[in-house]
């Protein structure tokens, strides 16, 4: 492998890797399964992926295509050379809307080519959930389907041609095939099923495009595809209906297909109570009708959709295309949310997504969950009832009974003239599966089809033809952990054990989204995997194996992939399944540091509200940036000539008592914010207090992984404010970071002390307190609002925009995920330049574009610090906007 290596670095002028970290990043995909890759290739041009493919087979070393990496089955995971197509042949080639058609490179995004068709009013049909990530030739590998068959078919009727390689070296357009060998097909050996994508496509021959779809890289490279367009509809409608049971649904999936109807989704009620359980204030969950099953049926029109509706028990009809799309993700994220039963059991996918006729689903469904319970398991179903299309995700036992499952699952199948897959391919899971629903002469003839093309056996072999044991190479069994796991920090959601929290990434790969939500800052900065949650997840999955990456916690490696790690907390709201790779990264940092000297920016960030006590900072960011480990590219904020605290008047009130929290970066940076605060609250009648000791919540402490004395200092500080949260007094944050940290992160540090439980029950943010108390106000005027990370993932902004809107102010709520300075991450050296990536990318854009007359308001101090380093404007907190719209201050 070393000469491969050599051979390869010197020949292919993409990246060539094969360092620990990169082999770890790639060991897996969405699958249960695991295999270290000997070397991962990202070619930058054609001429790369020719040069890699032949260097290959020279030295007998298989082969596996991966896009983004979100196979469920297994197809994107192997042990030779994995290419990765997504880092940079990704390009949308042409798009021709005359003839409606466009070429792509295998590593273009969906959404990439939906947002260059969308000018000319054209779409590619299929869409899986994962859109926003996942690559064409991904899509081609698995024959993708997505919510929208009912309307537009599988991957396979929607690619015009091929552009692809063979082992051997031959390159061809599909259209135009050398003389192959191919072998005879019987039509019967197929049902007729529209979901079918299991084993290969033979009875599209002579079509050989349509035959190579879904063939999961086993027999040729992609280089690059022509695929057909459709008319993206002028509108779309979605009716919701509700009935009292799963096979109810069901039952009624005939009848509504007699409708023109773009889709036809289905959820149960265990996924809706996941996401009740994971954010209990999702406006989506309000706007499902009753029942504990339901369809999403998308129509052209409002006629459609009502007639639809009236099938239904009960039912609503949504035209609100934003109210769509909170609908929508609850399905979308189905198969990250699947993945935690409400009781935080695992569940695993294994028997994912199979598919019987749509007539056949209620009857199939009913058997199913007989075979489930026969079996003492439990599943959370969903899917494209339309189609007859089911995804599952089953608490198995891994280590027993998960074979016998599978085989009695695909017996039930077929039995109901289905396939084992229906969507996401065969891979390692279900490709040994495939003589229970073919015939003996149909296996053969696959493995003369795949010969035909692959007779050495090194594209992805395992899959489909030959195929590797499905209870194999199962990655939690295969890399155990092998050192302590039990953590510092409670981890109340996967009770304290380590290795159960970094099983909670399933690798659908949500934070490789580029745009949209907050998750993930530094992958859309570098575009590299081991930035991205995904990547670090599994890195930290192999740290505790340490085979791949040694040296447990004292990993460099890990610690490099964090570095870049903002602790924006974006990963817990965005992720499907709450990964929180900040409250990892502090974890990590500790154990990581235990007994040894730390970086020194940890020292200066870390303790930064002690030098400030001590008078210190504007001494040490002025004179000694470098030493203190700082960033000296950055402009460094200056320290109020006399702190909050020290300007602080209270005012007699005989109303209720609040307290103001007095934060270490209002106290100290901005004591104005405090003021008009304090007067805002006077305002309304109520009592203000501030604590009579200075107070910290640990924030910067934990952030840098001082747990000890994070926990130390938080204690100190529930015990100041006893007197107040014992006597039901509201502790009021105007610094999200620090309040969501004594709202949630508190309670992982120190949640068995009641002082610290206490003061977490009684804090909340500004707009929280004061919004219901707030009659209109006479003001006017434009916003642009960032919305700080902390609070997007603990707190939410409901409030704060309730609050804008009754200071008479128009407001414009950011989707600019993070500000990229993130707390101490953008003060540190090194980190300037990603730190600055982030916010260019849509922050600091938007508030260059703004009118002279528009506000901006950003309630976090590390948004508002970094707005003044990218731009001239002046931002400002919304408890200073409210307190000039009561005419409290100028």
């Known amino acids: 492998m070393s000469e491969l290596s050599d051979r390869l670095a010197a020949e292919v002028s993409g990246d060539v890797l094969t360092d620990p970290t990169s082999r770890a990043v790639y060991s897996t995909d969405a699958s249960n399964f695991r295999h270290v890759p000997a070397v991962v290739v990202r070619p930058r041009t054609l001429d790369d992926v020719l040069a890699t493919v032949a260097l290959a087979v020279e030295h007998g070393v298989p082969i596996t295509n991966r896009g983004a990496g979100t196979s469920i089955a297994g197809n994107s995971a192997g042990p030779g050379v994995v290419l990765d197509f997504a880092r940079y042949l990704d390009r949308v080639v042409e798009v021709d809307p005359d003839r409606r058609l466009a070429v792509v490179q295998p590593g273009a995004v969906l959404d990439r080519l939906n947002a260059a068709a969308a000018p000319h009013g054209l779409l590619f049909g299929p869409d899986p959930s994962t859109h926003s990530r996942c690559t064409l030739g991904g899509m081609i590998g698995n024959n993708a389907c997505g919510a929208h068959s009912v309307a537009w078919g599988k991957t396979g009727e929607n690619v015009e041609a091929l552009d692809v390689l063979l082992p051997d070296g031959t390159r061809f357009d599909t259209r135009t095939p050398p003389a192959l060998g191919l072998p005879e097909v019987d039509p019967a050996w197929f049902p007729a099923l529209g979901r079918r994508v299991s084993g290969y496509a033979l009875d599209a021959l002579p079509d050989l495009t349509r035959a190579l779809v879904g063939t999961e890289g086993t027999c040729v490279t992609v280089l690059g595809a022509t695929v057909k367009l459709v008319e993206a509809p002028r509108r779309r409608v979605l009716a919701v209906l509700g009935f009292a049971d799963t096979y109810d649904a069901a039952d009624n999936v005939m009848a509504l297909r007699e409708h023109d109807v773009l889709a036809l989704e289905g959820i149960d009620a265990g996924m809706v109570a996941v996401v009740r359980q994971r954010t209990p204030d999702s406006p989506a969950l309000a706007l499902l009708p009753p029942g504990v099953s339901w369809l999403f049926v998308e129509c052209r029109d409002e006629g459609t959709a009502q007639r639809v509706a009236s099938i239904a028990p009960s039912s609503v009809v949504v035209t609100s295309p934003a109210r769509q799309r909170l609908l929508w993700r609850i399905r979308e994220d189905g198969a990250g949310l699947a993945t935690r039963t409400v009781d935080g059991t695992e569940a695993w996918s294994g028997w994912e997504d199979a598919a019987v006729p749509p007539e056949r689903l209620g009857a199939y469904l009913r058997e199913f969950d007989a075979l489930l319970a026969g079996h003492g398991r439990r599943g959370l179903t969903y899917g494209h009832y339309g189609e007859g299309c089911v995804h599952v995700r089953i608490d198995f036992d891994l280590a027993s009974g998960y074979r016998a499952f599978l085989e009695d699952a695909a017996d039930l199948v077929v039995a109901h003239g289905g396939s084992i897959s229906g969507e996401h391919g065969d891979g390692q899971a279900r490709s040994e599966l495939l003589p229970r629903m073919y015939p003996p002469a149909a296996i053969e003839a696959f493995g003369r089809f795949k010969a035909a093309f692959d007779p050495g056996n090194l594209m992805n ?90 040296d447990g916690w004292r990993s460099t490696e890990v610690r490099d992939a964090l570095d870049l790690c903002l602790g924006c907390k974006g990963c817990k709201r965005d992720c499907p399944v709450d990964v929180d790779m900040a409250t990892y990264k502090a974890e990590f940092l500790h154990q990581h540091y235990k007994g040894r000297r730390r970086p020194v920016a940890h020292y200066s960030m870390g303790w930064l509200p002690l030098w400030l006590r001590l008078g210190l900072v504007n001494r040490l960011t002025s004179r000694f940036p470098r030493l203190a480990g700082l960033a000296s590219e950055r402009r460094m904020p ?9 300007t602080f008047r209270r005012v007699k009130s005989s109303g209720p008592e609040v307290l103001l929290f007095t934060d270490t970066f209002t106290n100290h940076f901005e004591p104005s914010i405090g003021h008009d605060a304090a007067a805002v609250l006077t305002h309304l009648g109520e009592s203000v207090r501030i604590p009579n000791r200075t107070v910290c919540c640990g924030l910067t402490l934990m952030s840098t992984g001082q747990l000890g004395l994070a926990r130390k200092v938080l204690r100190r500080t529930a015990r100041i404010l006893r007197r107040y949260t014992g006597a039901g007094v509201p502790v009021v944050g105007l610094e999200p970071s620090c309040t969501a940290f004594l709202r949630s992160d508190a309670l992982e540090l120190a949640g068995d002390d009641p002082h610290v439980a206490a003061l977490a029950a009684a804090t909340r943010t500004f707009a ?63 980190h300037y330049e990603v730190s600055m990536a982030v916010a260019e990318q849509a922050l600091l854009p938007a508030v260059r574009a703004a009118d002279a007359d528009t506000a901006v308001v950003a309630d976090g101090f590390s948004c508002r610090t970094q707005v003044r380093e990218g731009s001239d404007a002046e931002p400002v907190h919304s408890a200073t906007v409210l307190a000039r719209a009561l005419g409290l201050r100028d």
């Open 768 to 830: 929280e307190h004061v919004e219901p108390s707030l009659e209109g106000v006479a003001g006017t005027g434009k916003a642009i609002v960032q919305t700080h990370c902390h609070q997007y993932a603990e707190l939410g902004f409901d409030a704060d925009r309730a609050l804008l809107a009754k200071a008479g102010v128009t407001a414009e709520v950011l989707d600019a995920g993070c500000c990229g300075l993130a707390g101490n991450f953008g003060f540190e050296r090194g």
């Open 461 to 550: 072999p395992g899959r489909i033809v030959d195929p590797l044991p499905l209870d194999a190479d199962l990655r939690v069994l295969v890399a155990p952990a092998r050192i302590p796991t039990r953590t510092a920090l409670a981890l109340h959601a996967d009770g304290g054990d380590f290795a159960s929290a970094t099983r909670r990434c399933v690798g659908v790969g949500k934070c490789l989204n580029t745009s949209g939500g907050v998750m993930c800052p530094s992958y859309r900065a570098t575009g590299e995997e081991q930035h991205s949650t995904r990547g670090r997840a599994r890195l930290l999955f192999e740290m505790l194996n340490g085979e791949v990456v040694r």
């Open 638 to 646: 200056t320290v109020a000539k006399r702190s909050f605290r020290a």
